[in-house]
C-alpha cells in the first residue's frame, strides 16, 4: 500500500524559506508522476510542483515559478519541494501526491488523476 507523508512545514516570514519533504512508501519503482498541491483557506486546491514522467521535466504553477522547485531522491522515492522568497500568498496547506500513470505537462495538476495523497503540512508566510 502506498503511503505519503509530508513533513518540513512550519511559520516563516515574507522573504523566507522552507523545504517540505514527502516520505513516499509503498512502490516497487518510481511513481510514474510526483506533485506538490495546495490549498489556501477558502480557496480551492492547486497544483504548484510536477515532476513529470520524462525523467527530468518539472513544471510549476506561473504562481511560484522561479521561487519553487521540486525535486525527488530516487535512492528512497523522497519529494522535497524548496520555497524560497515565500510571500503571505503562500500560505495554504502543502499536499503531496503521486499518479501510477504518466503524467505531463498538462495533465500533472490535475486532482482527477491523482492516486494517492499525503495528508498535509501547514505552511505560514507572515508580512
Known amino acids: 500500500q502506498v503511503h505519503l507523508v509530508e513533513s518540513g512545514g512550519g511559520s516563516v516570514q515574507a522573504g523566507g524559506s522552507l523545504t517540505l519533504s514527502c516520505a513516499v512508501s509503498g512502490y516497487t519503482d518510481k511513481p510514474r508522476c510526483g506533485a506538490w498541491f495546495r490549498q489556501a483557506p477558502g480557496k480551492e486546491r492547486e497544483g504548484v510542483a510536477g515532476?513529470?514522467?520524462?525523467?527530468?521535466?518539472?513544471d510549476y504553477a506561473e504562481s511560484v515559478m522561479g521561487r519553487f522547485t521540486i525535486s525527488q531522491d530516487l535512492s528512497n522515492f523522497t519529494m522535497y519541494l524548496q520555497m524560497n522568497n515565500l510571500n503571505p500568498e503562500d500560505t495554504a496547506i502543502y499536499y503531496c501526491?503521486?499518479?501510477?500513470?504518466?503524467?505531463?505537462?498538462?495533465?500533472?495538476?490535475?486532482?482527477?488523476?491523482?492516486?494517492?495523497w499525503g495528508r498535509g503540512t501547514q505552511v505560514t508566510v507572515s508580512s
Open positions: 501526491a503521486t499518479r501510477d500513470t504518466n503524467c505531463g505537462a498538462a495533465s500533472w495538476a490535475k486532482e482527477q488523476f491523482i492516486h494517492h
Open positions: 515532476l513529470l514522467t520524462q525523467r527530468g521535466r518539472t
